[in-house]
């Protein structure tokens, strides 16, 4: 079976950059930007990254800033600052090369044990099996596992099988023909099993249970949260602020915000939150539709607000930093996700222009 594979991932590999011309660098860069991301999503950003930070020294060498700015729109910020972490850390004790031993390996920031099987098998050829979506699909196929894929311990017997099945001679090969195969054969619906390459090795094939595996039990539900954004204006300035280095949404910016526990806003007097809260007499102006952003475990319902003022002291809270900047100064910062939508409605709606900034 594992030849059979091997065979097919050569002949039909999809052509993609970090295949070209492959080194470890471009593995480990190619793998934290596609961890929870899409080939289709990470690839631009893989080539922005590769052109201006073209190797690890480069990489070592960039301020948190740059980087973020970069990876903006990606989500999962802790990504990218992990990667620069572990690349200072490549760069500095281990001379700019990768460690090749899994436990170091496993002690670079944002390494795990799927990053460095990944890199440690593609790049060295070192016998370590990958467990990411696509793997655990194709393995729980293979051999017919029907258990619940969210327990730990079903997790922890597919890889027992990955490891088994491996193709010591040609490690890195086999894991990305194994992710190839889940990526474009055997997908999540619909696999296409009839042009498989190991249709006659599966066992959920050959036992019509390729619909039922693998099953994954409902996840726990998401916390709802409501938050009144303000997009608080003196003259042409807005005021952003920073959030803290650690935890949610960590180190990124934002407009000031009010947490409230509804989201039925109209009962919410803002211009008092925003007195209470920030010391900032403010003047409210016009209100945008309701909007939303999901994260793994949040699901945030939020409006915007702009609200002028004639001060520009703001008391910072839980924040580490504010700054006053034009409204096209805020593509600079590294704004999450859910802000970006605010500022794609006042662009749509005309309500703030470059020309005023
Ligand atoms: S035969 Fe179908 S279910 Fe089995 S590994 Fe191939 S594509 Fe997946």
Redesign the pocket.
């Known amino acids: 079976m594992q030849k059979l594979l091997l065979y097919w991932f050569k002949e039909n590999k999809r052509d993609l950059p970090w295949r070209t011309n492959p080194d470890w660098y471009k593995t480990f860069l190619s793998e934290i930007i596609l961890q929870q991301t899409t080939v289709v999503q990470g690839w631009p950003y893989f080539q922005k990254f590769l052109k201006k930070y073209p190797n690890i020294n480069s990489l070592a060498l960039a301020n948190e800033h740059d980087v973020l700015h970069l990876w903006a729109g990606l989500g999962y910020y802790a990504r990218a600052r992990n990667m620069l972490k572990a690349a200072k850390i490549i760069s500095q004790k281990y001379n700019g090369k990768f460690p090749q031993d899994y436990k170091t390996a496993l002690s670079l920031p944002g390494i795990g044990p799927y990053s460095a099987s990944a890199i440690l098998s593609i790049s060295f050829n070192l016998p370590f099996s990958v467990m990411d979506g696509n793997v655990i699909r194709?393995i729980s196929?293979?051999f017919a596992i029907k258990d619940d894929t969210r327990d730990p311990a079903t997790l922890k017997f597919i890889k027992e099988k990955a490891d088994s099945l491996l193709d010591k001679s040609e490690p890195g090969n086999f894991n990305e023909a194994m992710m190839e195969?889940g990526a474009t054969?055997?997908l999540p619906s619909k696999?296409?099993?009839s042009g498989?390459p190991?249709?006659k090795n599966?066992s959920?094939?050959k036992r019509n249970l390729?619909d039922r595996i693998p099953y994954k039990s409902k996840p726990a539900k998401k916390k709802k949260k409501y938050n009144i954004v303000g997009v608080v204006m003196n003259k042409s300035k807005i005021c952003i602020v920073r959030r803290p280095g650690t935890g949610f949404l960590a180190g990124l910016w934002e407009f000031p915000l009010i947490e409230v526990k509804t989201d039925d806003f109209s009962k919410i007097n803002i211009t008092d939150h925003f007195k209470k809260m920030y010391g900032l007499n403010v003047f409210r102006e016009i209100e945008s539709p309701k909007m939303r952003q999901t994260y793994s475990h949040i699901d945030l319902k939020f409006i915007a607000v702009t609200l002028r003022t004639g001060s520009k002291t703001i008391l910072k809270n839980s924040y580490v930093e504010s700054k006053w900047v034009k409204f096209e100064e805020l593509e600079n910062f590294a704004i999450h996700n859910g802000h970006k939508k605010i500022i794609e409605w006042l662009k749509l709606s005309k309500l703030i222009t470059k020309s005023e900034g």
Do not use: E
């Open positions: 194709v196929r293979i195969l054969i055997c696999p296409k099993c498989c190991i249709h599966c959920a094939y390729v």
